[in-house]
C-alpha cells in the first residue's frame, strides 16, 4: 500500500551502460516529478508530468528521457551512464493544486555509476 | 533559485521546542509557504503549510508574520526521531517545488 514506490532501491552499474528507474503512485494524483540528490545533499527538480505530459524539463543532459505511459507511473531512463550520474534519485507526485499534503516523495534510488 | 534562507544548523534538547526560522521577503501574495523534513537518506516528507493564518497539526505548528516575510516552523515537544533537514520552501505556482539548503536540525538526549 505504499503510496510511492521506486524500483529498484538500489542500483550499481557500469559507465557507458543505460538504465532505468521506474515509479509509480496509488494516490490518484496527476502530476509527478523526478528529482536528483547528488553528493551535496541539494535537491535539484528535473522533470514533471501532469496526466502525461511534460510541464517541466530542466537542464538535464539529454541523456535523461522521462516517461509517462499514464498519469500512475512515471518512469526514468537514462543512456550512456556517467560518474557524474551517481546521485540518489528521488520522485514525487501531487496534485496541480497542491492540496493539504503538497507532494508525497518515494523513498529513492541510489544510483552508482563505476 | 530557492526564495528562502534558513540557518544552516540548529540543536535542540530532547524534550524541548524546536523553533526553526525562516526568511522568504520576496513571497508573493498568493503563495504558500511549506515545510519539509528528510531524514537520514529518505525521501523528504511534509509538515505543515499555511498562506496567511498560523497552522497546526498533529506534527507541528506553524506561525507566519503578518508581513508574511518569514515564518517559525515549531516542533512542540522534539524527540530523537525528530532529527532531520528540514525545508521551508515557497511554492511558486506554476513550477516545481524549488528546495533551498534546509536547517539541519540535531536533536540530542
Known amino acids: 500500500d505504499t503510496a510511492v514506490s521506486q524500483t529498484p532501491k538500489y542500483l550499481v552499474t557500469q559507465m557507458g551502460n543505460d538504465k532505468s528507474i521506474k515509479c509509480e503512485q496509488n494516490?490518484?494524483?496527476?502530476?509527478m516529478y523526478w528529482y536528483k540528490q547528488d553528493s551535496k545533499k541539494f535537491l535539484k527538480i528535473m522533470f514533471s508530468?501532469?496526466?502525461?505530459?511534460?510541464?517541466i524539463n530542466e537542464t538535464v543532459p539529454n541523456r535523461f528521457s522521462p516517461k509517462s505511459p499514464d498519469k500512475a507511473h512515471l518512469n526514468l531512463h537514462i543512456n550512456s551512464l556517467e560518474l557524474g550520474d551517481s546521485a540518489v534519485y528521488f520522485c514525487?507526485?501531487?496534485?496541480?493544486?497542491?492540496?493539504?499534503?503538497?507532494?508525497?516523495f518515494g523513498s529513492g534510488t541510489r544510483l552508482t555509476v563505476v | 533559485d530557492a526564495k528562502t534562507t534558513q540557518p544552516p544548523s540548529m540543536d535542540c534538547a530532547e524534550g524541548r521546542a524546536a523553533n526553526l526560522p525562516c526568511n522568504h521577503s520576496?513571497?508573493?501574495?498568493?503563495?504558500?509557504v511549506y515545510w519539509y523534513r528528510q531524514i537520514h537518506s529518505q525521501g523528504p516528507q511534509y509538515i505543515i503549510h499555511?498562506?496567511?493564518n498560523n497552522e497546526t497539526n498533529e506534527m507541528a505548528s506553524l506561525i507566519i508574520t503578518e508581513d508574511r516575510k518569514s515564518s517559525t516552523l515549531i516542533l512542540p515537544h522534539a524527540t530523537l526521531r525528530d532529527t532531520a533537514v528540514y525545508y521551508c520552501?515557497?511554492?511558486?505556482?506554476?513550477?516545481?517545488?524549488?528546495f533551498g539548503k534546509g536547517t539541519t536540525l540535531s536533536v540530542s538526549s
Open positions: 514525487a507526485s501531487s496534485q496541480q493544486d497542491r492540496g493539504v499534503y503538497g507532494y508525497t
Open positions: 494516490l490518484g494524483h496527476d502530476t
Open positions: 508530468y501532469n496526466n502525461k505530459e511534460l510541464i
Open positions: 520576496t513571497i508573493s501574495g498568493n503563495e504558500y
Open positions: 499555511g498562506l496567511k
Open positions: 520552501i515557497v511554492d511558486q505556482a506554476g513550477t516545481a517545488l524549488i
